[in-house]
C-alpha cells in the first residue's frame, strides 16, 4: 500500500546532541513537508520542499535542517540550536497543485532527556 | 497571509446527538478548504475538502461541511455522533493561485461522552 512513513516512533534527545527523524513516501509526490505539533498550537510548518535538491523554510525553521536528495525521502534534524524540541512531528506529502490534500505519516514523538 | 481560527478548542457531546465545529478564515478571495481528523498519536487523515462548487461538501465517517463565502466560513457538521469519532479535528485552507502550502487551524478537540 502506498503511503508515509516516519520513523522512530519515539526519539530521545540529549543535551547538545543532533537527531534526525525520517520520512519515506512511495506515494510518487512532488511536494514533502515537516511539521511541529504542540497541545493546542495546532500544526506549524518547518520547512517544505516542491521538487527534489530544492527546500525552503516554514514558519518555524530556526533549530532545524533538512535535505531533500531523493524524491522519495525528506529527513528532518533537530540541531542543539533548537532549544525547545519536546514536540510531536508530523511529515506530509502532496501531488502538485494547492488544491491536492496533503497526506501524512503517523509522526515521531521528540522527548528531552 | 491566510489564518484559520476554530472557535472552539474543546467541544463534549453525548453520542448520538448532532455536532458542529466551526472554522473561519481570514481571505476574502478563492480559497481550498479541507477538514482533517487525528486520532490519539497518530497523523492526519482528510476528512473532506471543498474546492469549487457546491456549497455543501460530504466526506467520509457521516460527516459534512458547508461553504459560506460571505460569512468565510466552513463549519463541520455530523447529524449522530459515535464515541469513535472522539479525535481532534483541523480545518486548513490553501491559496489556489500559491504553493502547495496548508494554513491550518489550532483544532478542536471532541470529545463523544456515552
Known amino acids: 500500500d502506498g503511503g508515509i512513513t516516519q520513523s522512530p516512533k519515539y526519539l530521545f534527545r540529549k543535551e547538545g546532541q543532533n537527531v534526525t527523524l525520517s520520512c519515506e513516501q512511495n506515494?510518487?509526490?512532488?511536494?514533502m513537508y515537516w511539521y511541529r505539533q504542540d497541545p493546542g498550537q495546532g500544526l506549524r510548518l518547518i520547512y517544505y520542499s516542491q521538487i527534489v535538491n530544492d527546500f525552503q523554510k516554514g514558519d518555524i525553521a530556526e533549530g532545524y535542517s533538512v535535505s531533500r536528495e531523493k524524491k522519495e525521502s525528506f529527513p528532518l534534524t533537530v540541531t542543539s540550536a533548537q532549544k525547545n524540541p519536546t514536540a510531536f512531528y508530523l511529515c506530509?506529502?502532496?501531488?502538485?497543485?494547492?488544491?491536492?490534500?496533503?497526506?501524512f505519516g503517523d509522526g515521531t514523538r521528540l522527548s528531552i532527556l | 497571509a491566510q489564518s484559520v481560527t476554530q472557535l472552539d478548542s474543546q467541544v463534549p457531546v453525548f453520542e448520538e446527538a448532532p455536532v458542529e465545529l466551526r472554522c473561519n478564515y481570514s481571505?476574502?478571495?478563492?480559497?481550498?478548504l479541507f477538514w482533517y481528523v487525528q486520532y490519539p498519536n497518530q497523523g492526519l487523515q482528510l476528512l473532506l475538502k471543498?474546492?469549487?462548487?457546491?456549497?455543501l461538501v460530504k466526506g467520509i465517517n457521516g460527516f459534512e461541511a458547508e461553504f459560506n463565502k460571505s460569512q468565510t466560513s466552513f463549519h463541520l457538521r455530523k447529524p449522530s455522533v459515535h464515541i469513535s469519532d472522539t479525535a481532534e479535528y483541523f480545518c486548513?485552507?490553501?491559496?489556489?493561485?500559491?504553493?502547495?502550502?496548508?494554513?491550518f487551524g489550532k483544532g478542536t478537540k471532541l470529545t463523544v461522552n456515552p
Open positions: 506515494l510518487n509526490h512532488d511536494a
Open positions: 486548513a485552507v490553501s491559496d489556489p493561485g500559491g504553493s502547495e502550502k496548508l494554513v
Open positions: 481571505s476574502s478571495v478563492s480559497v481550498y
Open positions: 471543498y474546492l469549487s462548487g457546491s456549497t
Open positions: 506530509a506529502s502532496s501531488s502538485e497543485g494547492s488544491n491536492q490534500p496533503q497526506h
